[in-house]
């Protein structure tokens, strides 16, 4: 997307007549312009000259913001988000205000209270309509940004609010001025009557009121919609400015914009990070909040990754520079932000259609009800008050900003929390989803294999167990040894290196210490060596059932206990699926793991339904069959999770997974947590429910100000409209609209006590659907081919084996369970059952049987 600022736009129908001028521009295939920010997004081949050129024939100005050719610091993009608008607002207020206090001295101040005045405009009625002449001309210079804007928009065919604020200044004043005529006539005759009858007939305090309160209103709402970007202009803030490199052998202090990927940097305590990079040297603590809102630092080493904006909190370290400029963490969490509030929400078309007309309606308005109020028999001041009335009080710029403030406050709300929605229109559709789909693996689980259970058996401690264990896994490099390492690390252990270590696959492992064999492995390895008590069988089975593989270890003849290695579950993910469920929200879990795993997680997760032994694409046609049941959202973190979230109406990224995931996604989650998805559905609801309000007031204001502003009431309750009042309404209506958006700032997200249900749960058919999703496939001649393998031992051989067979097959369905030794495949035809045998063996395993039907 191409991003451009916009100038000259002051209410929704000129964002409204840009965005249709560019849409038909040839090669533009989509336009969305913000009035929040004077911005547009355009997407397609059309070049820049040829858009500018038609935002300047429709009458406004345009200058491009940034490109894929133009680079823009953080800075400059702060620069264009500062608040330019109300410091100019305030002096022409003050200035109006100044003139304006006078005009109504003179005007209602003596004419109404009989105010003194100096002696000369005593019984002078021509010159006290000249000086409120003067006066009133003076505002409406000082505010001539009004007529310039709004008679331009009217030669275009296109009127904005400035036209119906210009239209009712001028009108005031032109009749004013007529009256004024009027009354020296009347003088000369020497109809004294008649010039005080004139002289109540003077709108020219009107002509002035009316701007000066428009500009009150307008200054309002420059400040609320200052504050909407804050969330925004705070990232940007984060930005370092300069980094200290290596160059030469020597530090160098050089600006941020200097930085070449593959820099060496240092960053010392309490130094800011300036660029993504990689530890090479050093140990610290790195406060993340900044970018992840975790208040907790997260220790780092030599191979670890540090992001720019984040905090070197303790200690000296040294880095290679991986991502800089616009490709840090940083810049795509502000170009993300940004985007977001350059997109359009589906909702706010509905108030883009009712401000494309709305303007030249109410114009229409105004003219038939001075008509109707002559044809009344009223005066021509009386009528062309109701019809100013009319033109003042309408206010199209409530309908444009409804959505679009509400956007930018939830959208910088998510972001402050780690919450990051890619566009407006994820922003609005997150909070409708039915359906959420958890992948597994690093969504619901940690992804890392830990120590679960330790039971030594008799005659061993659970240090002595570890220790024994400790021996022989530190030379695997299997994914279940790095978490017997990893406990054994936490507790300070160390032990001796095996000797004659082998690694025996489908088995386990052995090697000696002191002369003694150690063995460790699955039960019917160990049990060959070794007598295991039917207790611990028992136990082994059990932590089975648990989704956990039981590691049993031997010393010589005698059993020395078993280590129970599980990927769990993290701590918040249980109550993130109840959060979810509280919501109305049908929680489903996806995973390639075998159903007894699978099932062991979802209880302890608690969701609605498993379907397990799911491969990537599988995961892909699961969704789309979901989303016939209702809206679908996905949350995953691999790359295997890519094409499941392009399929979801909403894509989850969790944020600590790969780049292809969240690019795929929709939502990212950069604190990595589960509970993260039910806050994102709550701020997307309450966001909605903002727009909802804003867009219930601006019509309901508009509804019920401009029939009492014609004078409908008038014959049944008297009920009557100054224009100056209907000004300070119209001003009012906007400010209101943004400070109610503003309330947005003081939702918590991560409160679940006020949570509703907004629709029944959908049901869905706890058959798999994965495999209903096969049809396609049978009605073709496949062949299904059964692999008996030895040396699976948990679902990470399983994952291991699955994907050496669709490497090299381009098989389908590759489902491999270590508990049946086996593994299924379906194939178009027959394959070389030798070439099997070698893909499994390169694999690590052994093949006992084919069977190909």
């Not at 969305?32 to 000259?49: F, I, K, R, Y």
């Not at 009347?186 to 000066?212: K, R």
């Not at 309404?729 to 503003?742: E, G, I, K, P, Q």
């Amino acid at each position: 997307m191409e991003q451009y600022n916009v100038t000259g736009m002051s209410c929704a129908a000129c964002s409204s007549r840009v965005e249709k001028a560019v849409s038909h521009v040839p090669g533009v295939t989509s336009c969305s312009v913000s009035l929040l920010t004077n911005s547009m997004g355009v997407e397609g081949t059309a070049s820049e000259a040829d858009i500018i050129a038609a935002v300047e024939e429709a009458g406004y100005g345009a200058s491009v913001k940034g490109s894929a050719g133009q680079k823009v610091s953080p800075s400059e993009a702060a620069e264009a988000l500062a608040d330019h608008e109300t410091p100019v607002l305030k002096k022409r207020l003050i200035a109006s205000v100044g003139f304006l206090l006078v005009l109504m001295y003179f005007s209602m101040g003596h004419m109404m209270w009989g105010w003194p005045i100096p002696a000369w405009f005593e019984d002078n009625h021509i010159a006290m309509g000249l000086l409120q002449l003067l006066l009133a001309g003076i505002v409406m210079v000082i505010n001539q940004k009004f007529f310039i804007s709004g008679f331009k928009s009217l030669w275009h065919k296109a009127p904005n609010m400035d036209t119906l604020v210009a239209l009712g200044s001028m009108a005031s004043f032109v009749w004013s001025v007529y009256v004024l005529f009027a009354m020296t006539r009347a003088q000369v005759d020497g109809n004294m009557d008649a010039v005080m009858d004139y002289m109540m007939d003077f709108y020219f305090e009107s002509a002035a009121m009316i701007l000066t309160l428009i500009t009150v209103g307008k200054m309002l709402e420059a400040r609320s919609k200052g504050k909407t970007t804050d969330a925004l202009k705070s990232l940007m803030k984060l930005a370092p400015k300069t980094a200290v490199v290596i160059r030469s052998g020597q530090e160098t202090t050089v600006p941020i914009e200097q930085v070449r990927k593959g820099d060496i940097f240092v960053v010392r305590p309490g130094e800011n990070i300036p660029v993504d990079g990689i530890v090479l040297e050093g140990s610290s603590a790195v406060n993340e909040s900044a970018l992840t809102g975790e208040s907790i630092p997260v220790d780092k080493a030599a191979g670890d990754t540090v992001s720019a904006a984040t905090v070197n909190q303790s200690g000296f370290i040294r880095c290679e520079a991986t991502h800089v400029g616009e490709d840090t963490t940083l810049s795509q969490i502000i170009k993300m932000v940004s985007d977001a509030a350059a997109t359009k929400a589906p909702i706010a078309k509905i108030a883009d259609k009712v401000s494309g007309i709305f303007v030249p309606a109410v114009i229409a308005i105004a003219v038939i009800t001075t008509l109707v109020w002559l044809i009344a028999g009223q005066t021509f001041g009386y009528a062309l008050a109701r019809g100013i009335s009319v033109l003042v009080i309408s206010c199209p710029c409530a309908l444009g900003l409804a959505t679009p403030v509400a956007i930018m406050v939830g959208n910088g709300m998510g972001a402050k929390h780690g919450i990051l929605f890619k566009t407006a229109v994820s922003l609005e559709e997150t909070g409708r989803v039915q359906i959420v789909a958890l992948d597994k693996t690093g969504t619901i689980t940690s992804g890392q294999p830990e120590v679960t259970d330790i039971l030594p058996a008799e005659g061993f401690t659970e240090k002595e167990l570890l220790t024994l264990a400790l021996s022989l896994e530190k030379k695997s490099e299997h994914p279940l040894a790095r978490a017997v390492l990893k406990k054994a690390e936490a507790l300070s252990l160390t032990a001796a290196d095996a000797e004659d270590f082998q690694a025996l696959p489908g088995n386990g492992l052995s090697g000696k210490v002191n002369g003694e064999t150690l063995t460790g492995g699955n039960m019917k390895f160990i049990s060959s060596r070794v007598m295991v008590p039917a207790s611990l069988r028992k136990k082994a089975e059990d932590l089975a059932e648990q989704g956990k593989t039981p590691l049993l270890f031997a010393r010589g003849n005698q059993l020395a206990g078993i280590i129970a290695v599980a990927d769990v579950i993290k701590e918040d993910s249980p109550r993130a699926v109840k959060e979810l469920q509280n919501m109305g929200i049908r929680v489903v879990m996806l995973t390639g793991d075998n159903e007894k795993t699978a099932n062991a997680i979802g209880r302890q997760a608690g969701v609605d339904q498993v379907i397990a032994g799911v491969l990537p694409d599988g995961k892909e046609s699961v969704i789309r069959s979901l989303k016939e049941k209702g809206k679908v959202a996905m949350v995953g973190d691999g790359i295997n999770d890519a094409p499941a979230l392009t399929r979801a109406d909403i894509g989850i990224a969790i944020g600590a997974g790969t780049d292809i995931a969240i690019d795929a996604a929709d939502v990212v989650l950069m604190k990595s947590r589960l509970s993260d998805v039910p806050a994102a559905i709550r701020l997307s609801r309450a966001t909605l429910r903002n727009i909802h309000e804003n867009l219930f007031w601006a019509f309901f204001y508009n509804i019920i100000g401009i029939p009492l502003a014609a004078g409908v009431w008038i014959p049944i309750f008297g009920w009557t409209l100054n224009p100056m009042f209907g000004a300070a309404a119209m001003s009012l209506s906007s400010f209101c609209v943004v400070t109610n958006a503003l309330r947005l700032n003081l939702f918590k997200i991560h409160d679940a006590s006020k949570d509703k249900k907004i629709k029944q749960m959908v049901s869905i058919n706890t058959e798999n659907p994965y495999n209903e999703n096969k049809n396609e496939k049978e009605n073709q001649t496949m062949v299904k081919i059964t692999v008996n393998v030895e040396g699976m031992m948990c679902p990470h051989c399983e994952a291991h084996v699955n994907e050496a067979v669709k490497a090299a097959f381009q098989a389908e369905d590759v489902v491999s369970s270590h508990e049946k030794k086996t593994t299924v495949f379906t194939v178009p035809e027959r394959v070389d059952e030798d070439k099997i045998r070698e893909v499994i063996k390169n694999a690590g395993y052994e093949v006992t049987g084919i069977t190909q039907e």
